[in-house]
Structures are given as C-alpha cells and as structure tokens.
C-alpha cells in the first residue's frame, strides 16, 4: 500500500478530518526552522544528523524563509537537502 496521496483534496478525505479541527504541518512543511552553520554557509533541518557535528560557536538557530538564507549566501545541506 503507498502513502503517497496525489491531492490536498484525497488527503483531507483520507484523514477523516471534520469540521473545527485543527491541522498542524510538520516544520519541512513550514518556512522556517533551520539550523545554520555561520562558518560553512551552510543550513540544515533541524533533525539533520549533520547538525550533531556544528559548534556552538558557529551554530544558529533561524525560523524565516529559506529564500532569504539563500538570498543571504547560505546553501542547502547536501544531507537533508533543506
């Protein structure tokens, strides 16, 4: 059985969601919520087995948009390819 479902519409239909509950997306879902490497220029998903290895000297904490990272000379992790 997949769980890959082709639209917004069958995956409402699919999660028995009703009327006045609450859906909350994940943060890959979301714009914001990386982890960044101020030496390397790089960005990562906070879950990203890479970010273990970062100081704290180097290591920040960002919620905003990734274009604006990128905007900003940072790149994507080629691991979690945030």
């Given amino acids: 059985?997949?769980?890959l479902i082709s639209s917004i519409k069958q995956a409402v239909e699919a999660s028995g969601l009703k009327s006045g509950m609450t859906v909350s997306f994940h943060h890959?879902?979301?714009n914001g919520d990386y982890v960044l490497n101020t030496r390397t220029m790089k960005f990562h998903y906070p879950d990203c087995d890479n970010v273990k290895t970062i100081s704290d000297?180097?290591?920040e904490n960002y919620h905003g948009r990734r274009g604006d990272l990128v905007d900003r000379g940072y790149v994507p992790c080629g691991g979690c390819k945030p």
């Fill in 1 to 3: 059985m997949s769980k």
């Fill in 28 to 30: 890959h879902l979301r």
């Fill in 57 to 59: 000297t180097v290591r």
